[in-house]
């Protein structure tokens, strides 16, 4: 005989196989939200990491970079292309942050 749980209706193998998962339906915890406070240090989290723009002179500079890089990979290596990828070409790189 299967061993269901009458709350969430997990048979014993889904039990063992996602105990946390199992354990937060059992417990009712699964319908709780985030308080405030935790929500607005998230948003301040964010707003932070948003805020770090990186400066134009950053910005110029990897572009000489990539055209620095891509000049002498071009005259040793025939018919080689250099592109640049990521968030270095995206605009959502750090500042400091590297060239893909």
Same mark, same amino acid.
């Given at each position: ?5 009458? @709350? @969430?209706?997990?048979?014993? $193998? ?10 937060? =339906? ?23 990491? =948003? ?5 134009? @002179?950053?910005?110029?500079? &990897? ?5 620095? =890089? &891509? $000049? ?8 080689? @292309? ?11 790189? =750090? ?6």
């Amino acid at each position: 005989m299967s061993e269901i749980c009458p @709350t @969430t209706g997990f048979s014993k $193998k889904s039990k063992e196989r996602w105990p946390y998962l199992w354990g937060k =339906l059992a417990s009712g915890q699964s319908n709780e939200f985030p308080n405030q406070d935790l929500i607005k240090s998230i948003d301040r989290g964010i707003k932070e990491v =948003l805020k770090v723009k990186d400066s134009s @002179t950053g910005e110029e500079n &990897r572009q000489n970079l990539i055209k620095h =890089l &891509r $000049k002498i990979i071009c005259s040793k290596i025939k018919d080689a @292309t250099l592109e640049a990828f990521g968030s270095s070409q995206s605009g959502l790189s =750090l500042i400091g942050g590297d060239i893909d």
